[in-house]
């Protein structure tokens, strides 16, 4: 396409259906005779979008030019969204659960399809990725699109308009010629209201408010700036939100820290209300949710080290202490851009079980043993040739569906063992089966039998990791988003061009919003005068 050159002289881009300099209607015969009034969305300027549409890069960027497609990838993000949040994503649920049976056996069928379907990890899945990509780009080609143009044509409007460009204003009026006084009169109260007046050869264009046009592509440099911060927490070490389970005497490496950072838990306590201790304010309450049921306050006494030196796989890290705290609710421990908040607990949860090796007529008993039930030893030498091997373990034991024993995730709540028991006068071995406070018959014939002794509790505590380095860009993209709504909601950018025409006067104005107010601006400023208030050309087509 060839640039156009219009009658005034000036050499329009291709594509332009108004004259950027003195807004005569150009390109199409019936665009440019046709008697309706001009479309002032972007003065006329030449898009890209509406211009080009031969090459694949054409094609691409007029795909995301277009509003309704921005408008359906924000619609389609939005939807996804919200399905992400019907059931808790994999990063709240406890680290030692396997996923999907997670989801199967709290949700049922709803819980497995919604795994199936990768919405368990939505917000760091690479297709939800790309819809704020894709929203981000759309945002930058749709502000190239629209604001470069606009403002070209904007900077470049000369003072003196085309017949047909001031006739087809939506505000329009003619009057009989002014005399010098009343010009003056009219300059003065343009001045006054703050208007910015351009003078040649005796006609005069008024305008004030230009940067409100500017408010919609601010919104969007706000809206990308907060989308990359939204993308940027998929990079590696810019964002941390882990759950860290810790058992009291418990040290374990922080998740998140590269194994840098470690946390002992030294002791964790809990306080309830108790009825007979609070104001009877709260008494109601207390007796519907249970008397020393309610936590008032619970902490953990935690100490913080520093691993140094390099890791080396196997070998028991130097840690090097670096302070004490008291985590509570709302109270962090905070240190190089990372915070553990105390958000749950679990009480009594059993840590230790103790069994004793006995015969089964006598009641004689062998030796005891202790297992760990998070990290249970192979096997037990009892002494005097008496042993016992773990041939299974099923850390939170029920029946599958096919009635088959399993366990539903890897917290102890209800260990049971298959034990591998050997004495001298039972060489092969014997077989065990025991669970709480229960020891099953054993599997065949057997002399012996693993009988249940006691447990060991301990109290666990529940932190969240946290790290987000990207928190002041999403502040900042927020901060200039609200800027541009602000831009463009309380201001309006409004033009009066007041055109000399043989013996009369020509008026004609324009405002992207608040027609009212420019109406009743001009009657203010015409007021006294001989030049008449222009009419309402679309309320007079009504």
């Not at 297709?127 to 629209?146: E, N, P």
């Not at 304010?281 to 049921?293: I, Q």
């Not at 202490?321 to 240190?335: C, G, Y």
Request: proline letters at 4%; hydrophobic letters at 35%.
């Amino acid at each position: 396409m060839e640039e156009v050159k219009c009658e005034c002289g000036h050499i329009n881009p291709p594509g332009t259906v108004l004259c950027e300099s003195c807004g005569k209607p150009i390109g199409t015969e019936s665009v440019a005779e046709s008697q309706d009034l001009l479309d002032m969305r972007y003065d006329g300027s030449a898009r890209r979008s509406i211009t080009y549409n031969k090459s694949v890069i054409d094609k691409i960027w007029n795909f995301f030019s277009s509003v309704k497609v921005g408008i359906w990838l924000i619609l389609i993000t939005l939807a996804a969204s919200a399905i992400g949040t019907i059931f808790p994503q994999q990063m709240y649920i406890p680290p030692n659960v396997d996923p999907e049976q997670f989801y199967r056996d709290q949700y049922w069928v709803f819980g497995q399809i919604y795994y199936d379907l990768g919405f368990n990890n939505l917000f760091g899945s690479w297709w939800y990725c790309i819809l704020l990509a894709s929203i981000g780009i759309s945002l930058v080609i749709c502000s190239l699109d629209r604001v470069i143009p606009l403002y070209r044509a904007l900077k470049k409007q000369g003072v003196t308009k085309n017949d047909a460009f001031m006739s087809r204003q939506r505000l329009f009026g003619v009057s009989e010629a002014a005399d010098k006084e009343t010009l003056i009169s009219i300059k003065e109260g343009l001045k006054k209201r703050r208007y910015k007046l351009r003078e040649e050869n005796g006609n005069i264009l008024a305008e004030k408010g230009r940067f409100s046009r500017w408010g919609p592509y601010v919104n969007h440099i706000g809206l990308i700036i907060f989308l990359i911060g939204s993308m940027l927490r998929v990079v590696p070490g810019m964002y941390i939100d882990k759950m860290l389970w810790l058992r009291e005497g418990e040290t374990s490496v922080i998740p998140g820290t590269n194994g840098k950072y470690y946390l002992k838990n030294n002791q964790f306590k809990v306080e309830v209300y108790e009825k007979d201790k609070e104001d009877q304010v709260f008494a109601a309450a207390l007796a519907r949710e249970g008397d020393g049921t309610v936590a008032k306050n619970y902490e953990a006494d935690v100490t913080l080290y520093e691993r140094k030196g390099k890791i080396i796989p196997g070998a028991e890290p130097e840690l090097t202490k670096v302070e004490d705290k008291a985590i509570r609710v709302n109270q962090p421990l905070e240190f190089n851009n990372y915070s553990l908040y105390q958000v749950d607990f679990r009480m009594n949860e059993l840590n230790k079980m103790k069994f004793n090796l006995t015969d089964k007529k006598s009641g004689k008993k062998f030796g005891l043993m202790t297992v760990d039930l998070n990290d249970p030893a192979k096997k037990y030498d009892l002494g005097n040739g008496y042993r016992v091997e773990i041939a299974d373990y099923l850390p939170d034991f029920y029946f599958d569906s096919d009635g088959q024993p399993a366990s539903k995730s890897r917290l102890p709540n209800n260990p049971v063992f298959v034990f591998k028991m050997f004495a001298p006068d039972r060489p092969k071995g014997e077989t065990s089966f025991v669970g709480i406070q229960q020891t099953m018959e054993p599997l065949g014939a057997t002399k012996y039998k693993m009988k249940f002794a006691g447990v060991e509790t301990k109290n666990v505590t529940g932190l969240t990791v946290k790290k987000d380095l990207t928190l002041w860009i999403l502040a900042l993209g927020g901060a200039i988003f609200m800027i541009g709504v602000t831009q463009g909601m309380y201001w309006n950018h409004r033009r009066i061009w007041i055109k000399r025409k043989g013996g009369s006067i020509w008026l004609a104005a324009h405002t992207n919003k608040n027609w009212y107010g420019l109406k009743t601006e001009i009657n203010r400023i015409t007021e006294g005068t001989t030049i008449q208030e222009p009419k309402d050309q679309r309320e007079i087509a009504k």
